[in-house]
Structures are given as structure tokens and as C-alpha cells.
């Protein structure tokens, strides 16, 4: 009896699921590095020190005036 239900749910389960693609699939083309991304590293660090600039530049000219 328990063999009939398992082989059962496991038809009704595998008719329902659907498989996703892999991730190698879905992006070719892209390298796969272990490393950080130099680039978006940068674009981040620089981003960061331009939020920092604006924040002192807004704080000296408050206490200026």
C-alpha cells in the first residue's frame, strides 16, 4: 500500500513541477570569476566618496552661514 501512494505522489509531483533551466543556460556568455569585480568596485568607491563630498559640502556651508 505505501509503495502504490509513494509511486502515485511521486507521478502526481513530477506532472505538476517543471524544470528551470540551468544558470550555465541562461548566461552563456559570461565568464565565471571568483574574483570581485574591479569595475563595479570602483564605480562603488566613487560613488561612495561623491555622496561624502556633497554631505561635507552641504555641512560647511550650514555652519558657514
Do not use: T, Y
Not at 32 to 53: C, E, H, N, T, Y
Amino acid at each position: 500500500m505505501r509503495v502504490v501512494l509513494k509511486d502515485s505522489a511521486a507521478e502526481a509531483a513530477g506532472k505538476r513541477s517543471f524544470s528551470l533551466p540551468s544558470p550555465s543556460r541562461l548566461i552563456p556568455l559570461r565568464l565565471r570569476r571568483k574574483g570581485p569585480s574591479w569595475i563595479g568596485l570602483i564605480l562603488f568607491v566613487l560613488a561612495v566618496d561623491l555622496v561624502l563630498a556633497a554631505a561635507v559640502w552641504n555641512a560647511v556651508d550650514f555652519l558657514r552661514n
